[in-house]
């Protein structure tokens, strides 16, 4: 299905569909912004497309713009939105050739966006949240997203004509039962659905493959046939289907309203930004490279470009990423699904930090992985030194076999410290 755009009457002219048809080549969502960008101009300025390209030829472009972005200004309109109609003009002048230079013209705030200037990431509690209020479907989008720090238009694109495959899932093997070869797995994300135009790959852990997983389940559940082809998003089984993907709004809609129903306001699109962050601490504690980091955010980089002249990498070289990135799941996934030792230690550890009084927040920030027994030990007792100075005699540390003692004197059990003794407070 292919979507009109507003100003669509524009297309009428055959200069302009041509304009238009170009700029779809690269991106359909961009032809159709800077179509409705122009054509607003048009109507805001009482002018035409064709009357554009004589007042550029003649200068006149120059003064009319500066006039309007002044105009816009005094309504209040941000420079972030102003500039948009620049890029608009520009792109249809250099279609037919004509050069205009709006050098001079100043637009206040061009490289604000008022939008994005107090958003922030959520917190691991948060996403927790998000993903319990999301549906089966959307709980996927926003792991797929959270996880793995792909885009919205890369599950489906803006006019619902491709997305994310079942078959780009490397490590999925679909028969009798769902499973997974490898875990993490890998996604591959072609040059058809990558912003940058070129091939890459990322990888899911063990909470979004569950998620995957359990969607898949689902579907197969409802009569669906799943093949290496089938979409990774599928429409409700009670839907009208008119594309054979889900287009980018669908996609970000279903996360959109998972974030409000958890009470919170963000773009969908913050969750790009959680993984971003979530590699930039993993970054700067040594865990992943900065190269690997920015290959499987999809950004053009070093191993990009060989990943692109060779086409494929060494399989030691993808299974240090994979190992890599397995490293950064303790700052991306939610909840520690893989029953390891190191995992049963980590999950203890955290438990013991949060009895003690730690918050998750200060939790988050300590590589706990990279801290000795000793040092453990010392973050506890300083904390439970530091509360003993704020609360008194409220809490105390004692012997194990004193407990049962302390009880029965009114205070309530909080904690097992690593030297074996205990931590008590009192009820009132």
């Known amino acids: 299905m292919t979507f009109q755009p507003k100003h669509k009457k524009l297309l009428e002219n ?34 035409k497309p064709a009357l554009i390209i004589k007042d550029a030829n003649s200068g006149e472009l120059k003064r009319q713009f500066s006039d309007f972005v002044r105009s816009m200004e005094r309504k209040g309109k941000a420079g972030s939105y102003i500039v948009k109609f620049k890029h608009a003009i520009k792109n249809w002048l250099n279609f037919n050739d004509v050069t205009a230079s709006f050098k001079g013209i100043n637009i206040a705030g ?9 958003e922030r990431v959520p917190s691991k509690e948060e996403l927790s949240h998000i993903l319990r209020k999301a549906s089966s479907r959307g709980r996927v989008s926003v792991s797929v997203m959270a996880f793995s720090g792909f885009r919205p238009e890369t599950l489906g694109n803006y006019e619902g004509t491709d997305g994310l495959r079942l078959g780009d899932i490397k490590e999925l093997k679909i028969s009798d039962e769902i499973e997974f070869t490898k875990i993490p797995a890998t996604i591959m994300v072609k040059t058809r659905l ?5 091939q ?4 899911i852990g063990e909470e979004g493959i569950t998620y995957i997983k359990e969607y898949l389940e689902e579907r197969r559940k409802n009569g669906e046939e799943l093949t290496y082809e089938s979409p990774l998003l599928q429409f409700d089984v009670r839907g009208t289907k ?3 993907f889900m287009r980018t709004t669908l996609v970000t809609r279903d996360i959109r309203e998972a974030i409000t129903t958890a009470g919170l306001k963000m773009r969908p699109y913050v969750l790009r930004a959680y993984f971003s962050t979530a590699l930039d601490i993993a970054e700067s504690k040594g865990l992943i490279s900065h190269p690997w980091r920015q290959f499987i955010m999809g950004h053009k980089g070093d191993i990009e470009a060989r990943y692109s002249t060779n086409k494929r990498l060494p399989p030691d070289m993808i299974e240090e990423m994979r190992e890599s990135y397995r490293k950064c799941l303790k700052f991306l996934e939610t909840r520690i699904s893989d029953i390891s030792e190191d995992n049963a230690k980590l999950f203890l550890q955290q438990q013991l930090l949060s009895a003690v009084g730690y918050k998750q927040e200060e939790i988050d920030k300590i590589d706990l992985s990279s801290v000795s027994n000793e040092d453990f030990q010392q973050l506890l007792r300083d904390k439970v030194a530091g509360a003993m100075s704020d609360n008194g005699a409220k809490q105390k540390v004692i012997p194990v076999n004193e407990i049962e003692q302390y009880i029965s004197e009114g205070y309530d059990f909080e904690a097992v410290l690593p030297n074996g003794k205990a931590v008590m407070r009192l009820r009132f």
């Open 14 to 47: 055959d200069e302009i569909k041509r304009w238009w048809e170009n700029n779809r080549a690269r991106s359909p969502l961009s032809a159709d912004v800077l179509l409705r960008n122009l054509g607003l101009y048009c109507e805001l300025n009482e002018t």
């Open 194 to 198: 990558s912003k940058a135009r070129n």
């Open 200 to 203: 890459y790959f990322s990888f």
């Open 110 to 118: 061009e490289y604000e966006n008022p939008t994005l200037t107090n």
């Open 242 to 244: 008119k594309n054979d």
